[in-house]
């Protein structure tokens, strides 16, 4: 098992948060047990390139399993940046240009407001 910790902010933005992170789970014994692999953190965009790549029929085990190694504390943005990152989810384009017209609709009209 990979575990893939998902958030908001970007809380590893280098390999020495993941150095710490990592100790602190090996002093608490959190995610230690046998078959789980070093954990990763993902911001929701990277969490989102993930489920992309899986569109592709391209691995994200194969991506995790390269944390095991020499990757170990790498920051998955970068390990996706040298994978090649993959197009937006067609429901996300679509979502965002529906979101991006309403937007634009209301900043230079277009769009009544309520009142």
């Not at 047990?33 to 790549?53: H, I, W």
């Not at 991006?100 to 009209?109: D, H, N, S």
């Amino acid at each position: 098992m990979y575990p893939v910790i998902v958030t908001y902010d970007n809380l590893c933005a280098i390999d020495l948060h993941y150095q710490w992170l990592d100790e602190r789970c090996q002093s608490h014994q959190l995610l230690q047990q046998e078959g789980v692999g070093p954990f990763a953190l993902a911001r929701l965009a990277e969490f989102e390139e993930l489920m992309a790549l899986l569109t592709q029929q391209r691995s994200i085990v194969s991506l995790l399993r390269r944390r095991e190694s020499k990757d170990k504390h790498r920051c998955l943005d970068q390990m996706l940046y040298e994978e090649g990152r993959p197009p937006r989810l067609p429901f996300f384009d679509d979502q965002h240009s529906k979101l991006q017209a309403r937007i634009m609709a209301r900043l230079f009209g277009g769009e009544k407001r309520p009142s």
